[in-house]
């Protein structure tokens, strides 16, 4: 098992600081620290103010712009989730240019690109020597084509950092469930993506598995994994099942206002985890991931900063239907705020189209949304806002802003080779009413924006009210962002007034739509597009003209990644469907009965 403490613990870094006056000799913990037992609160509060990053996890949060690339045989079947039974000839992109992906992404400010190497369907983008299910059997560039090499060259030509998602799970793998085989041929496949191309920057180990009770069961050998990275790209980082970049808990583009890179959750590829993280009762989705009240219980703490993943469209694949849904500016710039402007890394999604590009609308965005970040950050309206400053609880230091200056956005750095430690901080701004407070905040950390009405001021002023020790405040800065119109969004998904419907029965889902129609789709919508336990992953769809007779019209459906993104799942009908009654018989992820209300369910109706 993995057991980084014996290697962490140690690694105790010793540090020269200096402090204006004095030179100190400070001790820091490098990724990883375990508490003395019976250590008191003030003592463990003391040791995780001095928790600090690996270099290459400090290189990675400075990144704050990285890129998804799904792209993969789903991209050919218009699906989410593949089963693993796809033909691999129907992977064919007529123009696959990998150099317009990058060229575009890096003029849009984005520092690394993760491709889907393999995703849960277990088609390889490369040609690899595990498994015929690839590439090399498909009829693009008559199986002689490399994904994975042409977008490693483009990514060297434009100097843009390398990473490579491997879904563990794999549905077409015949090994898959027969746990040491498995892991040897996940192995065997990692071991090519790290030996063949090059320099690899991160490492995504997607924790997803759609089995459900009686599907397949694997053991994942984590920790072998964990070595294979360590030996043939040590400076790559290990994300989400992995232990230096940890899942943000949701897709949706949404940080935590309090998000703390020291936290007590431990990684999920530790035997112990399970152990630790239940009795802190706590998990990725957790609101409180480090407070104090956190620490008093924990008997150990990780450096383990947030990564927020989300999709510039409402799927991971690319969808031709999808091309009116592409995020709006405002809805990218408010994933800004909430990712990188929370101490988070933002690893935006923008999958490349069934022709191999990258679709002209989501470039489009991009550059808008680039155009707005320049226009934003450009004009820094505090003066010598760069001074480094050591704050003790309580202190406050006050910076001059630029004439007439009008500001919306505040941004706060901390030094966080030094620790995370800001718990709680006011700012306030003189204005020609005298000092008024303008926002409140709580973590800092690698970088946090906040937001808040327009101001006139003539000065800045920031008080660190409580940290841990003192804080090193690396930056403070002062911007306008141009305010963004609020877009109404429309329930595009049911056509049928629902006030003619009736629910007959709970479960199964029976629902009376009040008169005969025709129906060419339905939709199920989860509410306020929230997982929860009882949401629906597998179902079947049955409908009625009278009530009595039933006719199947989809047997075993699949609600691909709803719990990880409940969004609306529409399913269109191979032919059109004269009904009046609809049965849904469905059920969990852990194969019990969902709990499905008349709300969540949507038709598209042709013709009365
Ligand atoms: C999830 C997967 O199931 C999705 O398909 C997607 O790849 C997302 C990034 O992670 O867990």
Sequence with gaps: MINRLSITSFLILLLLSINGKAQEKEEYYVKHLEFPFQATLEEKVKMAAKLVPTPQQYAWQQMELTAFLHFGINTFTNREWGDGNEDPSLFYPSELDAEQWIRNLKEVGFKMVILTAKHHDGFCLWPTATTKHSVASSPWKNGKGDVVKELREACRKYDMKFGVYLSPWDRNADCYGDSPRYNQFFINQLTELLTNYGEIHEVWFDGANGEGPNGKKQVYDWNAFYKTIQRLQPKAVMAIMGDDVRWV????????????????????????????????????????????????????????????????????????????????????????????????????????????????????????????????????????????????????????????????????????????????????????????????????????????????????????????????????????????????????????????????????????????????????????????????????????????????????????????????????????????????????????????????????????
């Excluded at 991971?316 to 890394?345: A, P, R, T």
């Design 249 to 608: 808990g949701n897709e949706k583009g949404l940080g935590r206002e309090t998000e703390w890179s020291t936290t007590v959750l431990t990684p999920g590829i530790y035997e112990r985890s399970t152990q630790n993280n239940s009795r802190l009762n706590i998990s990725n989705l957790s609101e409180d991931l480090g407070s104090r009240a956190m620490l008093e219980q924990a008997t150990e703490a990780f450096w383990y900063p947030s990564e927020v993943d989300v999709s510039i469209r409402p799927g991971w694949f690319y969808h031709k239907n999808e091309d009116s849904k592409v995020k709006s500016l405002k809805q990218l710039v408010d994933i800004y705020f909430q990712s990188v402007g929370y101490n988070s890394v933002l690893l935006l999604n923008i999958p490349p189209d069934t022709r191999g590009l990258i679709h002209e609308t989501d470039i489009q965005r991009l550059k808008e949304f680039a155009e707005y970040r320049k226009q934003t950050f450009a004009d820094n309206k505090i003066r010598k806002g760069n001074r480094y400053w050591n704050a003790s609880p309580g202190d406050e230091l006050t910076y001059r802003l630029k004439k007439n200056a009008e500001f919306n956005v505040v941004m706060l750095q901390e030094d966080i080779t030094k620790g995370q430690r800001v718990e709680k901080f006011t700012l306030e701004a003189l204005t020609d009413k005298g000092w008024t407070e303008i926002a409140q905040g709580t973590t800092v950390g690698y970088k946090r924006l906040l937001r808040f009405p327009t101001v006139k001021a003539t000065r800045l002023r920031v008080r660190i009210d409580e940290c841990r020790l003192s804080a090193h405040i690396k930056q403070v800065a002062a911007y306008y962002a141009p305010p963004l119109q609020e877009e109404r969004t429309l329930e595009s998904w049911n056509t049928l007034p629902r006030s003619e419907w009736k629910v007959l029965s709970d479960t199964p889902l029976v629902i009376d739509l009040g008169k005969n129609v025709t129906v060419s789709s339905f939709t199920y919508a989860p509410y306020k597009a929230e997982p929860k336990p009882s949401i629906a992953y597998r179902y079947t769809l049955y409908t009625s003209t009278d009530g009595k007779t039933w006719k199947k019209i989809v047997e075993d459906g699949e609600f691909s990644n709803i719990m990880n993104n409940p969004i609306p799942q529409t399913v269109t009908f191979e032919e059109i469907v004269r009904m009046r009654f609809i049965k849904m018989e469905a059920t969990t992820m852990e194969g019990d009965n969902a709990k499905i209300d008349m709300k969540e369910i949507g038709v598209t109706v042709i013709t009365d």
